[in-house]
């Protein structure tokens, strides 16, 4: 046994292997999920803020034609940064999708918010 080899995860002694570097599975995997702690986060952060943008963009449905402040659709929660698609930029009104729900930003405002219809019922 190398003195230096301790398991990653509890620091107990390791003995087998040169290479090895969990004394057990239940180390392994309490050591790799612990590692991905930030990422599982960060996807669940994402997944709940995309959820609140369609939910508000869904309330703006029942107003064609209607402009909306950005700023006040952002003291809602809504998070311009989080898309799940961009259409394109022309003349400084960019158009996005948040899922099924397409609309227009320029850099204060949201408009021409429509379903793209993807799903019939």
Known sequence: MND???CLEC???LYGRTDKKFCSSACKNDWHY???AGLRSLKSWTATALAR????LRGLLGHPG???KLVELQLCGFTPQLVTGHLGTE???SRYTCYDIHYSQTDAEIFDV???NLYKK
């Open 4 to 6: 230096k080899q301790v």
């Open 11 to 13: 620091g107990k002694p």
């Open 34 to 36: 612990q590692q991905s």
């Open 53 to 56: 943008n369609h939910r508000i």
């Open 66 to 68: 209607r402009r909306f």
């Open 91 to 93: 003349d400084g009104i």
């Open 114 to 116: 429509h379903s793209a």
